[in-house]
């Protein structure tokens, strides 16, 4: 695609409810990553899927936090019995070099 | 642990130009990267610095000293939409533990450009 599209841009979620964020990267990008960025402050890396290789997974906070890439495209980040302090705007990015290209990110508030 | 320091705000007025310092407490990283995020939207790329020295592109440069540990982005004939956070990041090696290419990014600065 022209960027990299996620989806629902706005999630309001019930504490304790299982969430599904999803990301659809730029064709062709071979590095996927997972940021949340709480209000005002700077971008707390998660996870990052580079090609075939294991996913490094050194940021997911918690157990709570997954996340998969099939067929090296589209990726889920799925948070599990959220919690009030998992909102946050969570952004996807992709890239091929040095510098990666966002999405507009989903705004999850657990309420 | 790696970390990157920001002034949290800058203010300067339409036309001037302005410089966010970054300062960073890590080693071994590959180069240096700025972002730029206006409110409530996707940060987007601005400038990287593979090399130390200075890279200009259009109003925007960025500066990197790796022997000081610091770099800068440098802002000119400042425009109102400029207004936006600015944050610079930095491409981690093997040793950080996971794969290259992973970034940290800085505290960020809100910048505010007045008339």
């Known amino acids: 695609g022209a960027g990299v599209s996620q989806s629902p841009s706005n999630k309001v979620t019930e504490k304790g409810k299982d969430v599904e964020l999803r990301c659809d990267p730029i064709s062709g990008h071979t590095a996927l990553y997972w940021y949340r960025q709480s209000l005002g402050q700077g971008l707390e890396f998660l996870i990052y899927?580079?090609?075939?290789?294991?996913?490094?997974k050194s940021g997911l906070p918690s157990d709570r936090f997954s996340a998969e890439r099939t067929g090296g495209s589209v990726s889920t980040l799925t948070i599990q019995r959220t919690q009030q302090e998992d909102s946050a705007v969570y952004l996807c990015?992709?890239?091929?070099?040095?510098?990666?290209?966002f999405g507009s990110g989903t705004r999850l508030t657990v309420v | 642990g790696q970390s990157l320091e920001q002034p949290s705000e800058v203010t300067a007025v339409e036309g001037a130009i302005v410089q966010i310092n970054c300062t960073y407490q890590t080693s071994g990283f590959y180069g240096l990267s700025w972002y730029q995020q206006h409110d409530g939207g996707a940060p987007t790329f601005l400038s990287y610095?593979?090399?130390?020295g200075l890279e200009e592109t259009g109003r925007f440069s960025s500066f990197l000293s790796r022997s000081d540990s610091y770099g800068y982005l440098l802002l000119q004939e400042l425009q109102m939409k400029d207004s936006a956070s600015y944050f610079c990041?930095?491409?981690?090696?093997?040793?950080?533990?996971?794969?290259?290419?992973?970034?940290?990014f800085g505290t960020g600065t809100l910048l505010a450009v007045q008339p």
């Open positions: 990041a930095v491409r981690g090696p093997l040793w950080w533990g996971g794969a290259t290419n992973k970034l940290i």
């Open positions: 990015a992709s890239s091929l070099q040095q510098f990666q290209a």
């Open positions: 610095n593979g090399l130390d």
């Open positions: 899927f580079q090609g075939n290789s294991a996913p490094d």
